[in-house]
């Protein structure tokens, strides 16, 4: 089974960017269908981006659409969520979660999950 660990959170100003990378080890990454989900604190946990397993197919919520950009490189076996234009509402635990069938937007069709990174925006 594949294991996942997020790195790039981190304090940014209102407006700034960020790239998360989610780079993945175990078993061969092409096989995964990706996605990115955050939890805000009290919130339920909310589908931001997904991407298939050749990179063709990408899929956003409605938070992401226009601002961020979901990519995934499987010769490093990474999935990267960039983000632009970044708001104090995108504050947020982000997690990369895959799974080998097509899984959509819904967390609990992911059967494996990295830990979290913390994203803050600050004013």
């Known amino acids: 089974q594949v294991q996942l660990v997020e790195s790039g959170g981190g304090l940014v100003q209102a407006g700034g960017s960020l790239r998360l990378a989610c780079a993945a080890s175990?078993?061969?990454?092409?096989?995964?269908?990706m996605g990115w989900f955050r939890q805000r604190p009290g919130k339920e946990r909310e589908f931001v981006a997904a991407?298939?397993?050749?990179?063709?197919?990408?899929y956003y919520g409605d938070s992401a659409k226009g601002r961020f950009t979901v990519s995934r490189d499987n010769g490093k076996n990474t999935v990267y969520l960039q983000m632009n234009s970044l708001k104090q509402e995108d504050t947020a635990v982000y997690y990369c979660?895959?799974?080998?069938?097509?899984?959509?937007?819904?967390?609990?069709?992911?059967?494996?999950w990295g830990q979290g990174t913390q994203v803050t925006v600050s004013s």
């Open positions: 979660a895959g799974d080998k069938v097509y899984s959509g937007t819904s967390y609990s069709m992911y059967d494996y």
């Open positions: 175990g078993d061969t990454f092409s096989r995964y269908f």
């Open positions: 991407v298939s397993w050749k990179g063709v197919s990408t």
